[in-house]
């Protein structure tokens, strides 16, 4: 069930913590060796010229922009109850089937943006202006979206509205109620007050998160919301998909994922392995001495009460005289 209370730290949400984790290494590790350009999506030259599509698979999974790292592992945190409320595997196979579907959305939106926008240009200057027949493509907004997990976060942070429920509400006092007289009868203008939940850290952030690039970071965000509400709605197709238990563990542990994998390898290459045959001989031997002795106990209680049953009942008097004969 999940927690209602504050979550201190990553207690029992490892894929919160194994997200945050990778989220630093590859924003480090890209900005170290200049792999920057492998996470950026770009219409023009990227997909028209050089045809990398793999790129609709890899512009989410790093941040190449201190202010989104910083904005984008604070949501990561705060979504971590979540996980509480899915569970591990559950949360996990959800952020795989948003990223699918964000990244193809997300194609196809600017592609279709890019397109319908120097479509428009064409019948501007077509009905206004000089250039009569002629159709030329050109670079538009539509052209780039920020790299990072912007629309697996916009979707997640619908989820978080839906399913979190409210811990506390409390009020910020702007201005005062003005009295215009001196009297309790005279006209008294209302106080400005804002009202706000415990869910206010995470509206803040992802506000700025949303503006933090410009349209370029606007248009994932609006995607994302969009499977949010598909998924809110029940009508998202792959919403009850899960991920094997095996990449589970590889991605919260791949330690121990990798250990137990070369250890099962080594053991079937190395074949049967030679037992400790004396010492499960002395346990085995042990374990029919004990037995046996049971059966000897359990043979005597019933030799015992069955020669019991057999014998006559003797009176009282018959039992004196029988020890005094004796």
């Known amino acids: 069930m999940m927690q209602l209370t504050p979550i201190k730290g990553f207690s029992d949400t490892p894929v919160s913590k194994s997200i945050c984790i990778v989220t630093t290494l590859l924003a480090l590790g890209l900005s170290i060796f200049q792999y920057k350009y492998v996470v950026k999506l770009e219409i023009d030259p990227y997909i028209i010229e050089y045809a990398q599509y793999w790129r609709l ?37 959800l952020i795989t089937v948003f990223w699918l579907y964000n990244g193809i959305l997300c194609f196809l939106f600017i592609i279709l943006g890019q397109l319908g926008l120097n479509f428009g240009i064409f019948l501007i200057n077509l009905v206004f202006g000089s250039t009569i027949g002629t159709l030329s493509y050109s670079t538009t907004i539509f052209n780039s979206v920020a790299p990072g997990p912007l629309g697996i976060l916009s979707t997640l942070y619908l989820c978080h509205g839906a399913v979190i429920p409210r811990s506390y509400v409390f ?156």
């Not at 999974?61 to 604070?74: A, K, P, R, W």
């Open 57 to 93: 698979f890899t512009y989410q999974l790093s941040i190449i922009n201190e202010s989104d790292f910083v904005l984008t592992f604070l949501l990561w945190f705060h979504f971590k109850s979540l996980e509480r409320f899915f569970g591990s595997r559950k949360y996990l196979s």
């Open 171 to 326: 009020t910020i006092l702007i201005s005062k109620p003005q009295i215009s007289g001196n009297s309790l009868d005279d006209q008294v203008s209302p106080s400005k007050e804002l009202q706000l939940t415990n869910h206010f850290q995470t509206h803040l952030i992802y506000f700025l998160l949303l503006l933090n690039n410009g349209f370029s970071s606007i248009l994932p965000c609006i995607v994302g919301i969009i499977i949010g509400k598909l998924f809110k709605e029940d009508i998202l197709a792959g919403k009850n998909w899960l991920l094997p238990t095996s990449i589970l563990r590889l991605f919260v542990n791949p330690l121990a994922w990798l250990t137990n994998f070369f250890q099962g390898r080594f053991s079937v290459h190395r074949g049967y392995q030679e037992l400790n045959t004396q010492n499960d001989n002395a346990n085995s031997t042990q374990q029919l001495v004990n037995d046996d002795e049971e059966d000897v106990l359990d043979e005597d209680r019933a030799n015992a009460t069955e020669i019991r049953a057999e014998t006559p009942v003797r009176p009282l008097r018959t039992q004196f005289l029988d020890a005094f004969r004796t």
